[in-house]
Nanobody
Framework: QVQLVESGGGLVQAGGSLRLSCVASGGIFSSYAMGWFRQAPGSEREFLVSISRSAISTYYTDSVKGRFTMSRDNAKNTVYLQMNSLKPEDTAVYYC????????????????WGKGTLVTVSS
């Protein structure tokens, strides 16, 4: 059983930046593809980005490409999401996810979820 704990959320003004972290425990971290999803109030959870086990490949959804950067440190069992040029529409709960199979994560390929961290972007 893998546990994922996110941190780094908070309130930021539009145009600002935040860095989210997700620490994993209970499994072999380097054997999982990792990803970030978000869910805004009244909306479905949506995929943002995923990273391969060796960090060679990343996959971004168009809405965050060029603004968000995902990275991982297998020695620290941690993934990061650097978010720049934040917009009010980025306001959501951000979830860390782990998948045993595949690289481009979907809602259905995720095996483990974190509990989420709230990001609020004010205009």
């Amino acid at each position: 059983q893998v546990q994922l704990v996110e941190s780094g959320g908070g309130l930021v003004q539009a145009g600002g930046s935040l860095r989210l972290s997700c620490v994993a425990s209970g499994g072999i971290f380097s054997s999982y593809a990792m990803g970030w999803f978000r869910q805004a109030p009244g909306s479905e959870r949506e995929f943002l980005v995923s990273i391969s086990r060796s960090a060679i490949s990343t996959y971004y959804t168009d809405s965050v490409k060029g603004r968000f950067t995902m990275s991982r440190d297998n020695a620290k069992n941690t993934v990061y999401l650097q978010m720049n040029s934040l917009k009010p529409e980025d306001t959501a709960v951000y979830y860390c996810a782990a998948a045993r199979y595949g690289v481009a994560l979907t809602l259905y390929s995720v095996d483990y979820w974190g509990k989420g961290t709230l990001v609020t972007v004010s205009s």
